[in-house]
């Protein structure tokens, strides 16, 4: 054990093919047998549950014991499955024990029946899978009275009503595997989850996780994940096994660009404590060719994400993973968040699925886009626009589409990891309740008197392409609504955010910028119109006021933030001039220097009406048009240093 992260003692670094990770398979086993070896101190009498220390979910400590195991026992069959049953003898004995344990009514850890919406719905679906991949060693070598116990509590599932979302894809593949197994089951119910999830379907492989616009991290560890693996449990999948594959190769095409250069993912949605389960759909392309990355690309983006979590602490000196991200953080989690929850992370090892000789093992570690160049990537379907810079590996996405709300007329509602403007691969969301009431970080307020910040709810989609995006949404003071545009233009670091904003005459107007968190208050400058933060690590965020804006600060808090307990947020203040008003300013997140006063003084604004004109230093022009357009007017246009139509005038 060390007394700095990582707290395990792997292999020596394997450089011959993992040049840029120093990763390879054995570094892969050495830590899921890490994982493994670490929960089972908390393992009742019987080995049915883990009941691991920490916070309890609501659904109480019986659950959460079962969803210990549950989500241990996939990480154990993927180990168990790829070592052929080799070498695993004590992985196998634990968790064939612990099955009879849970499954046999009437004892100690018995786990509680699967009842509609329950969590023991999304705990039968990883005993389901865990069960299939290691059939032949746990499953097939149990009594006839232990499987019959095992179809019993598995066959709970027939009937039951799930949430309509991902939950519908639990009772697939829980049902499916009691199908191989002649256990109870209901052909139509798992006919009818495949054909749910087809609506949600948007296309370009982007699946909304349920009706609404839901788009986060479950599009790939759950949307993409169970339909295809349900396709490993029947011998005829109907054709929709090429379908699955189609739209996952689509899907890995853009997923890909969502981490940075070190590895971190960006930092958006809920279930964030599940950390490397990101890494889910990129075995899953490998598994199923059905990936337009190479072996070598698949290996290093996989092995960069979880040596990025290894190396900052995530599993802890006990070996274990806590509810937070790098370090224990409970606002990272939700209500449903229990102690054994993180260990969803273990489908982030699926790819010990792939034998050792396949070639996601065997082939040379390769660079991805984002290594080589500047990227900005469009995803329509969820309303990203997502911004790489190569010089610092940081990844940022300009959210205009994913608010994590049903489909009207259902109420809307906000929350700190859907309904920010930005979010990044190097900053969290100011997520404390405090710090989420004040609601400072990458986001435009209306201030009512007692200093109440309006929120951001529903995200109505306005346009998306090359380098910009826009969207609106209602933002409410005291019982008054008013609407709130923004677009934002990227290139490289630079975000240039214009808004048309409606609201009284003399209402007090907000915006922040990317909060910056470390173990030490981040230094801070302030100036009339700009500010800036800047941690230990040298990352950088500044907000420069180019118009409308009439002062700049910086708001602080402490243990806010997932990454670091002090954190600092740039802002900039104004005043609405009364029906409406446009302000224009540049947010820069950057692990280089930054230079808000030379921004401030390089760059040129022109704003007549709800036209807003950009010279930016090199002379290169943006032309944005806000608000309600007819049609085949041109919202965003943008022209070339000294190319044709480059002028201010508005």
Same mark, same amino acid.
């Given at each position: 054990?060390?007394?700095?992260?990582?707290?395990?003692?792997?292999?020596?670094?394997?450089?011959?093919?993992?040049?840029?990770?120093?990763?390879?398979?054995?570094?892969?086993?050495?830590?899921?047998?890490?994982?493994?070896?670490?929960?089972?101190?908390?393992?009742?009498?019987?080995?049915?549950?883990?009941?691991?220390?920490?916070?309890?979910?609501?659904?109480?400590?019986?659950?959460?014991?079962?969803?210990?195991?549950?989500?241990?026992?996939?990480?154990?069959?993927?180990?168990?499955?790829?070592?052929?049953?080799?070498?695993?003898?004590?992985?196998?004995?634990?968790?064939?024990?612990?099955?009879?344990?849970?499954?046999?009514?009437?004892?100690?850890?018995?786990?509680?029946?699967?009842?509609?919406?329950?969590?023991?719905?999304?705990?039968?679906?990883?005993?389901?899978?865990?069960?299939?991949?290691?059939?032949?060693?746990?499953?097939?070598?149990?009594?006839?009275?232990?499987?019959?116990?095992?179809?019993?509590?598995?066959?709970?599932?027939?009937?039951?009503?799930?949430?309509?979302?991902?939950?519908?894809?639990?009772?697939?593949?829980?049902?499916?595997?009691?199908?191989?197994?002649?256990?109870?089951?209901?052909?139509?119910?798992?006919?009818?989850?495949?054909?749910?999830?087809?609506?949600?379907?948007?296309?370009?492989?982007?699946?909304?996780?349920?009706?609404?616009?839901?788009?986060?991290?479950?599009?790939?560890?759950?949307?993409?994940?169970?339909?295809?693996?349900?396709?490993?449990?029947?011998?005829?999948?109907?054709?929709?096994?090429?379908?699955?594959?189609?739209?996952?190769?689509?899907?890995?095409?853009?997923?890909?660009?969502?981490?940075?250069?070190?590895?971190?993912?960006?930092?958006?949605?809920?279930?964030?404590?599940?950390?490397?389960?990101?890494?889910?759909?990129?075995?899953?392309?490998?598994?199923?060719?059905?990936?337009?990355?190479?072996?070598?690309?698949?290996?290093?983006?996989?092995?960069?994400?979880?040596?990025?979590?290894?190396?900052?602490?995530?599993?802890?000196?006990?070996?274990?993973?806590?509810?937070?991200?790098?370090?224990?953080?409970?606002?990272?989690?939700?209500?449903?968040?229990?102690?054994?929850?993180?260990?969803?992370?273990?489908?982030?090892?699926?790819?010990?699925?792939?034998?050792?000789?396949?070639?996601?093992?065997?082939?040379?570690?390769?660079?991805?886009?984002?290594?080589?160049?500047?990227?900005?990537?469009?995803?329509?379907?969820?309303?990203?626009?997502?911004?790489?810079?190569?010089?610092?590996?940081?990844?940022?996405?300009?959210?205009?589409?994913?608010?994590?709300?049903?489909?009207?007329?259902?109420?809307?509602?906000?929350?700190?990891?859907?309904?920010?403007?930005?979010?990044?691969?190097?900053?969290?969301?100011?997520?404390?309740?405090?710090?989420?009431?004040?609601?400072?970080?990458?986001?435009?307020?209306?201030?009512?008197?007692?200093?109440?910040?309006?929120?951001?709810?529903?995200?109505?989609?306005?346009?998306?392409?090359?380098?910009?995006?826009?969207?609106?949404?209602?933002?409410?003071?005291?019982?008054?609504?008013?609407?709130?545009?923004?677009?934002? *233009? /990227? =290139?490289?670091?630079?975000?240039?955010?214009?808004? !048309? #904003?409606? @609201?009284?005459?003399? +209402?007090?107007?907000?915006?922040?910028?990317?909060?910056?968190?470390?173990?030490?208050?981040?230094?801070?400058?302030?100036?009339?119109?700009?500010?800036?933060?800047?941690?230990?690590?040298?990352?950088?965020?500044?907000?420069?006021?180019?118009?409308?804006?009439?002062?700049?600060?910086?708001?602080?808090?402490?243990?806010?933030?997932?990454?670091?307990?002090?954190?600092?947020?740039?802002?900039?203040?104004?005043?609405?001039?009364?029906?409406?008003?446009?302000?224009?300013?540049?947010?820069?997140?950057?692990?280089?220097?930054?230079?808000?006063?030379?921004?401030?003084?390089?760059?040129?604004?022109?704003?007549?009406?709800?036209?807003? *004109? /950009? =010279?930016?230093?090199?002379?290169?022009?943006?032309? !944005? #048009?806000? @608000?309600?357009?007819? +049609?085949?007017?041109?919202?965003?246009?943008?022209?070339?240093?000294?190319?044709?139509?480059?002028?201010?005038?508005?």
């Amino acid at each position: 054990m060390t007394d700095t992260p990582p707290y395990l003692v792997l292999p020596p670094l394997e450089r011959s093919l993992s040049t840029r990770t120093g990763w390879g398979r054995q570094h892969w086993e050495t830590l899921a047998d890490h994982l493994l070896d670490s929960v089972a101190p908390y393992a009742t009498a019987g080995g049915g549950q883990f009941r691991l220390p920490g916070r309890n979910s609501r659904s109480g400590v019986v659950s959460d014991g079962l969803e210990g195991f549950a989500r241990t026992f996939l990480l154990a069959a993927f180990r168990i499955r790829g070592a052929s049953g080799q070498g695993v003898d004590g992985l196998i004995e634990r968790y064939a024990t612990g099955l009879v344990a849970g499954t046999t009514p009437g004892r100690d850890d018995s786990w509680p029946v699967i009842v509609d919406r329950s969590q023991q719905m999304v705990e039968a679906a990883s005993i389901a899978l865990a069960l299939h991949e290691t059939r032949s060693w746990i499953f097939d070598r149990l009594s006839t009275a232990e499987q019959d116990n095992v179809r019993g509590w598995l066959g709970g599932f027939v009937g039951k009503r799930t949430w309509d979302n991902n939950w519908i894809l639990f009772q697939v593949v829980t049902e499916q595997f009691l199908a191989t197994v002649d256990g109870p089951h209901d052909p139509a119910e798992i006919e009818r989850g495949l054909a749910t999830i087809e609506p949600w379907y948007r296309g370009n492989g982007w699946y909304s996780d349920g009706a609404g616009a839901n788009y986060d991290y479950y599009i790939g560890w759950a949307m993409h994940l169970y339909p295809l693996l349900w396709t490993r449990m029947v011998d005829d999948d109907g054709g929709r096994g090429e379908v699955y594959r189609q739209r996952l190769r689509e899907f890995l095409a853009g997923y890909q660009h969502f981490f940075g250069a070190d590895g971190a993912p960006v930092h958006q949605g809920r279930s964030l404590t599940y950390r490397f389960a990101c890494a889910a759909p990129l075995w899953l392309g490998a598994l199923f060719d059905a990936t337009p990355l190479t072996p070598g690309q698949t290996r290093r983006l996989a092995s960069d994400v979880v040596r990025h979590f290894v190396e900052r602490g995530a599993p802890d000196r006990r070996g274990l993973l806590t509810l937070g991200w790098y370090e224990p953080f409970l606002p990272t989690t939700q209500e449903y968040s229990g102690p054994g929850s993180p260990y969803w992370a273990s489908k982030g090892f699926l790819g010990l699925l792939l034998p050792p000789d396949h070639p996601v093992w065997t082939e040379p570690e390769r660079s991805v886009p984002g290594d080589l160049a500047d990227q900005v990537i469009a995803l329509p379907e969820p309303g990203f626009l997502l911004s790489s810079t190569v010089h610092d590996g940081i990844v940022r996405l300009l959210n205009h589409g994913s608010d994590h709300n049903a489909a009207p007329p259902a109420p809307a509602h906000d929350d700190p990891h859907y309904a920010k403007l930005a979010y990044s691969t190097h900053t969290g969301p100011e997520a404390a309740p405090a710090a989420w009431h004040a609601d400072v970080d990458n986001h435009l307020a209306l201030l009512a008197p007692d200093g109440t910040a309006s929120r951001r709810a529903r995200i109505e989609r306005v346009a998306l392409g090359d380098r910009f995006a826009a969207s609106r949404h209602t933002a409410t003071v005291g019982d008054t609504e008013y609407r709130v545009e923004t677009a934002t *233009v /990227v =290139r490289g670091c630079w975000e240039l955010r214009a808004h !048309l #904003v409606t @609201g009284p005459a003399g +209402a007090a107007v907000r915006e922040g910028g990317y909060p910056i968190a470390d173990q030490t208050p981040p230094s801070t400058v302030v100036g009339d119109r700009f500010a800036l933060v800047r941690n230990g690590s040298a990352v950088s965020s500044a907000l420069v006021g180019l118009a409308g804006w009439a002062g700049a600060g910086v708001h602080t808090d402490v243990e806010a933030n997932a990454y670091g307990p002090c954190s600092a947020t740039p802002l900039l203040r104004g005043a609405h001039s009364g029906d409406e008003s446009v302000f224009v300013g540049l947010a820069v997140l950057s692990g280089d220097s930054v230079h808000p006063e030379a921004l401030a003084a390089g760059f040129a604004v022109r704003v007549a009406g709800r036209t807003v *004109v /950009v =010279r930016y230093p090199d002379g290169e022009l943006v032309r !944005l #048009v806000l @608000g309600d357009l007819p +049609a085949g007017a041109v919202r965003y246009q943008r022209h070339a240093v000294d190319g044709p139509g480059a002028s201010l005038r508005a």
